[in-house]
Each structure stands twice: as C-alpha cells, then as structure tokens.
C-alpha cells in the first residue's frame, strides 16, 4: 500500500535548527516534494528530491535517501514566521494519470510551532 | 510561469444547495489539473482530475462532479451539498512539479 508518515507536531525557538523527517511506502518513486501550508493558506512548493542527497536552498534544505524511504526537511535560523504546517508528498508513477510523471501521494503534514 | 486562480476565496452555504467552483490557470496550455479536498485536522484528498478538455477521472465516489470546459477551466460542482462537504478545496496544476491555487474555504451549515 501507500504510506506516508511524518511526526504530527513539533515546536523549536526562533533561531534554531529542526528537522522534520519522513518515511515512506509507495508502490513506485518519481520524486518526493515538501511544501508549506500556512494556517488558511494553499501549500507552497519548497523542494523538490529525485536523486539521494541533499538540496539546499537558502535556509532550507532537504534530503532524500531512495534506499531507506527516508527524506527530511531542515530549517535553519528559525523565524516566527516559519510556524506553519510543513507536508511531505511522494510522486508515485504507478499512480500514472493520463500522461503526469504520476501522482502525489501526500503526509498528513508536521504542525511547526516556532516560539521566541 | 503559471498562476492559478480560484474563486470563490471563502463560501457559506446550507445543506441541500448547489455548489460550484472555479479554477482558471494562466501561463500554460493543455494542462493536467486535480481538484484536492483538505478537511480539519486531515491531509490532502485527491477528488478529481483531467487532462483535457471534457476529460475527467474521479478518484473517489462522492456527492461531487468536475467538468473541463475549456483548456485551463476546472469546475467544481455539486446538486446537493451535504455537511461533510465542508473543506478546504485546492486546484492544482500538475507538470514536473505540482502548483496550488489559492483555495476556496467551504462551510456547509
């Protein structure tokens, strides 16, 4: 089956470092994706993960390793305004639709609470 | 680059009404579009999604429908709404990465 998990909550003081892991069963893998959903607000696309390592972008980066299932997201320099819920989404090419490189299969997403 | 437009933004409507949603997509042609459903405290479900034109796959049975008329305008619909209805509905565009819009706020009293 499909399955994605990552921890439900998590809370860090601003201007710190917290990873937000996740680990995942699909039936295929074409890529694994975090976004960041504000409360109220649609998701944001953050990174993007095909081959193993790791992606840096400014105070974001993210990791991805095929073999383990495993990916995380780590934000750097902690800032209020990085309170948000944070969704890992893996593209699964079995879930093929009409042409896509396949379907995102989505977490439920990790609630970030940053406190001063 | 692509921009995704959805309206209504937010949405109250009593139970038995008719509902129906726009998504508009700018920037690209023959786009493949999914409609997601966010419910409290739940991830992301994918409701629908096309192709093309008049080209629609559902993923899960429910009180909805979703229909193509024009290459980047993705409808939304139901007869009926019913309480469990209520959520956050995204449009998404889907290419080598995958785009939200903005999202409409739907409250079924």
């Known amino acids: 089956g499909q399955n994605i998990d990552q921890p439900t909550e998590m809370t860090a003081t601003e201007g710190a470092i917290v990873q937000i892991n996740c680990t995942y069963q699909t039936s295929g893998f074409n890529g694994l994706f975090w976004y960041q959903q504000h409360a109220g607000e649609a998701p944001t696309f953050l990174s993007y993960?095909?081959?193993?390592g790791l992606e840096e972008k400014g105070r974001f980066s993210s990791f991805l390793s095929r073999s383990k299932g495993y990916s995380y997201l780590l934000l750097k320099e902690l800032q209020m305004k990085d309170s948000a819920s944070y969704l890992c989404a893996v593209r699964d090419p079995s879930k093929n639709y009409g042409g896509s490189q396949g379907n995102l299969i989505f977490g439920k997403g990790t609630k970030l609470s940053v406190k001063p | 680059s692509q921009t995704i437009h959805q309206w209504p933004a937010t949405l109250v409507q009593p139970v038995g009404s008719p509902l129906s949603l726009e998504c508009t997509v700018e920037?690209?042609?023959?786009?493949?579009l999914y409609w997601y459903r966010q419910a409290a405290g739940r991830g992301l479900q994918l409701l629908f999604y096309?192709?093309?034109?008049?080209?629609i796959s559902s993923e899960v049975p429910q009180n909805l429908s979703a229909s193509r008329p024009q290459d980047r305008q993705f409808i939304l619909s139901s007869k009926k709404l019913l309480l469990s209805d209520s959520g956050f509905y995204l449009c998404a565009w889907v290419g080598l990465k995958q785009f939200f819009g903005p999202g409409t706020r739907l409250t079924v009293l």
């Open positions: 096309s192709v093309g034109i008049g080209q």
């Open positions: 993960n095909v081959l193993d």
């Open positions: 920037g690209t042609s023959n786009p493949n």
